[in-house]
């Protein structure tokens, strides 16, 4: 039996960052992956594939050009699946490369096949060819992943019925789609393919897109994919669901009938547990189908932790990089990285994108707690208007009395990348006074920080005090 200071179960995200973290500092570390790609879902079927879609959606549709000028760009004729895809296939390649590159700087034995818990120390590891390999591992990190929910009533087949994990093989870009499920999934797919000319209905059982959102932004969001030709079917929920000769035909539960060439279910995920056999080392299963684990994320047996996806929300890479880091620092008692952020940024890469941090309107009235806020228009801000995004917008949430930042939310061009500027000031407790007191390039999106602080002052006063 071969014997390793820390065995990783999975490849994405969490696992390659456990493992990398703990051979860093010199343990001998085994990942095991049962799939012929590295890289989990983060690289394969979730994170940077939708990403890379979404900018070639941009890319082929003009949408950014659009109003430029006056110009008016169209679909290219003739578009491929293989144009759509190639970007992507690109970008998911070099992101494998990448990550081999980085077990094998870091001397981690990779082995290939699917893992299975003997006791809670021994995994036998099954792979195509070749005889089982046992392996012993001091601590051990469970990092699998998710599946798509496929609910038995929903009958995919791949072709015309798909889930998030299977659209991406696709052999043609429809003409029509329903996407079932208002969550962050099935927004980003609505929204790209909308962006690439095809007729989408988006079903979803509640009265709003996106509900942890700020209500503002996420009105913000549907009043745009609107604008782009999305049509959005709230309180509904299918009913029935057949397909046959290219059409895919759903009954909703109000007795309304929908039709499209294809149908994409995006209804949640679950942890990718099947065939770990964890009751053997002494495991179980929650009711959301994930693993419980403490703030260190340790399992119920000590040296047997799990992160990523695995254990549910928020399910994002970027937490789950940082999960995987904790916990191997915690199991091996590293000096370094102890926890998680307090302030976790939220990514969501609809048309257009979203970025959220800290609370929202809708939470500080949950939990009581006194606001103002203030907002930047991207119309009103000349990047904006270079970039052609006039329907973005920034705002802050700061407390009254003494203008400490809460919360900042922004839809528009580049919301990811600008929400680390007021994530910092969030982690250091900062407030407004801050923006208005830095100085921005100009002409920049950041600069709306500057016009969001000042638009909050004048709300605080009562009245709107002069930009300048």
Do not use: W
């Amino acid at each position: 039996m071969e014997t390793f200071d820390l065995i990783v179960i999975g490849s994405g995200p969490a696992g390659e960052k456990g493992a990398a973290q703990a051979a860093y500092f010199g343990k001998r570390v085994a990942l095991i992956e049962r799939r012929a790609e590295l890289g989990g879902a983060g690289v394969n079927t979730g994170t940077v594939p939708s990403k890379t879609l979404r900018e070639s959606a941009l890319y082929f549709s003009g949408l950014r050009q659009r109003g430029l000028y006056g110009i008016d760009y169209s679909l290219r004729e003739g578009l491929s699946v293989q144009d759509f895809m190639h970007h992507k296939d690109a970008v998911v390649s070099a992101e494998r490369q990448k990550i081999a590159a980085n077990l094998a700087a870091h001397k981690i034995e990779l082995v290939a096949g699917r893992a299975a818990l003997e006791d809670p120390h021994t995994l036998t590891v099954r792979c195509e060819q070749g005889a089982p390999r046992s392996l012993r591992g001091e601590v051990i990190l469970i990092a699998t992943g998710s599946t798509p929910h496929r609910p038995a009533e929903i009958p995919f087949d791949d072709r015309s019925i798909f889930d998030s994990d299977s659209i991406l093989t696709m052999g043609r870009i429809p003409k029509s789609m329903v996407v079932v499920g208002g969550g962050v999934i099935g927004c980003e797919y609505a929204s790209i393919f909308t962006a690439m000319g095809v007729a989408v209905t988006l079903v979803d059982g509640r009265d709003r897109l996106l509900p942890f959102l700020d209500a503002e932004i996420a009105e913000r969001l549907r009043a745009h994919l609107s604008s782009l030709g999305l049509t959005i079917l709230f309180q509904e929920r299918p009913k029935n669901t057949t397909h046959g000769a290219g059409r895919v035909r759903m009954t909703l539960s109000s007795g309304k009938v929908v039709e499209a060439e294809t149908a994409l279910f995006a209804a949640g995920r679950r942890g990718a547990l099947d065939g770990l056999d964890l009751e053997k080392a002494g495991l179980e299963i929650n009711p959301r189908g994930n693993i419980d684990v403490n703030d260190k994320y340790q399992t119920r047996v000590p040296h047997i932790y799990a992160a990523g996806d695995v254990i549910g929300f928020p399910a994002l890479a970027s937490t789950s990089m940082e999960q995987g880091r904790v916990a191997m620092c915690h199991a091996f008692g590293f000096p370094y990285k102890q926890r998680l952020a307090s302030q976790l940024p939220m990514g969501i890469y609809t048309i257009p994108e979203i970025s959220a941090v800290g609370e929202s309107e809708d939470s500080c009235k949950e939990k009581k707690i006194p606001y103002e806020a203030g907002r930047a228009k991207y119309a009103n801000n000349a990047r904006g208007q270079i970039a052609g995004d006039t329907a973005g917008l920034l705002k802050l949430v700061f407390r009254p009395d003494n203008r400490q930042l809460l919360g900042v939310h922004i839809i528009g061009e580049s919301a990811t990348e600008l929400i680390h500027l007021g994530m910092s000031a969030l982690e250091s407790g900062g407030t407004i006074d801050a923006f208005i007191d830095l100085v921005f390039n100009f002409p920049t999106l950041s600069e709306m920080y500057k016009y969001a602080a000042y638009d909050g002052l004048g709300n605080l006063a009562g009245h709107k005090l002069r930009e300048g």
